[in-house]
């Protein structure tokens, strides 16, 4: 017999003031990076070996990009360059594991972009993160990712697991600078309004209120003695 029941979800939450963006050129200055050239971000770490995250669509996706613009450049967290690096058709710069936060915002801030190209996946917090750092977001529409981009309004969805659909969402947030700036002051005010501690905590609030007031009309006890 199904039972019907309320649900309601409550998403993690995140420090919108530990997790803020920092100037673009100055983040690019303490990286090291060539100023004045789009940049786009895609995390490293055991995604070439799990297929679940999509490194092979993300490659093609480049290869796509690399025959209509030259002008991009990436760079990629999680990992040391290694030794036989894939080539991906554009200058690509690897930060290496950063383990604490201030480095991971400083890695996130100057990109242009940041790119998750899984398969699956639930509420990535690497794609949160960005958010909250004003860094627009390019994905699949599928998993938790449409939960964490608002498609062409806070970074772009492409269609599920297509590498044309994808290249085209990276170069649609690309080419327009000013775009480009308005997807991430919008993802930045998104990570604000609903990942913040305070909102996520008014959310487990209102779930908790609703308990008590059922059980209060159903005349049981929500948190019964022993």
């Given at each position: 017999?199904?039972?019907?029941?309320?649900?309601?979800?409550?998403?993690?939450?995140?420090?919108?003031?530990?997790?803020?963006?920092i100037d673009?050129?100055?983040?690019?200055?303490?990286?090291?990076?060539?100023?004045?050239?789009?940049?786009?971000?895609?995390?490293?770490?055991?995604?070439g070996e799990?297929?679940?995250?999509?490194?092979?669509?993300?490659?093609?996706?480049?290869?796509?990009?690399?025959?209509?613009?030259?002008?991009?450049?990436?760079?990629?967290?999680?990992?040391?360059?290694?030794?036989?690096?894939?080539?991906?058709?554009?200058?690509?710069?690897?930060?290496?594991?950063?383990?604490?936060?201030?480095?991971?915002?400083?890695?996130?801030?100057?990109?242009?972009?940041?790119?998750?190209?899984?398969?699956?996946?639930?509420?990535?917090?690497?794609?949160?993160?960005?958010?909250?750092?004003?860094?627009?977001?390019?994905?699949?529409?599928?998993?938790?990712?449409?939960?964490?981009?608002?498609?062409?309004?806070?970074?772009?969805?492409?269609?599920?697991?297509?590498?044309?659909?994808?290249?085209?969402?990276?170069?649609?947030?690309?080419?327009?600078?000013?775009?480009?700036?308005?997807?991430?002051?919008?993802?930045?005010?998104?990570?604000?309004?609903?990942?913040?501690?305070?909102?996520?905590?008014?959310?487990?609030?209102?779930?908790?209120?609703?308990?008590?007031?059922?059980?209060?009309?159903?005349?049981?006890?929500?948190?019964?003695?022993?």
């Open positions: 017999m199904l039972v019907s029941c309320p649900a309601m979800s409550v998403p993690n939450c995140l420090d919108t003031a530990r997790w803020q963006p673009q050129q100055l983040a690019r200055e303490l990286l090291g990076l060539p100023l004045g050239v789009p940049t786009l971000l895609f995390g490293a770490l055991g995604g799990d297929p679940r995250k999509g490194f092979d669509l993300l490659l093609q996706a480049l290869g796509q990009l690399s025959c209509q613009r030259s002008d991009l450049q990436l760079l990629v967290f999680g990992q040391l360059a290694p030794r036989e690096p894939p080539q991906l058709g554009f200058p690509t710069h690897y930060t290496g594991r950063l383990h604490d936060d201030l480095s991971l915002r400083a890695l996130y801030s100057p990109a242009d972009l940041m790119v998750v190209p899984s398969r699956q996946d639930n509420l990535p917090n690497t794609a949160v993160e960005a958010h909250a750092c004003g860094t627009p977001v390019v994905a699949f529409r599928t998993g938790g990712l449409p939960d964490i981009v608002a498609d062409r309004v806070t970074g772009a969805l492409a269609e599920p697991f297509e590498p044309a659909s994808l290249a085209v969402a990276i170069r649609w947030v690309l080419d327009d600078p000013r775009r480009r700036r308005a997807l991430g002051a919008a993802a930045r005010e998104r990570a604000e309004r609903l990942w913040a501690p305070e909102r996520v905590a008014g959310m487990y609030a209102e779930v908790y209120g609703q308990v008590i007031e059922r059980s209060a009309q159903k005349g049981t006890s929500t948190f019964p003695l022993r």
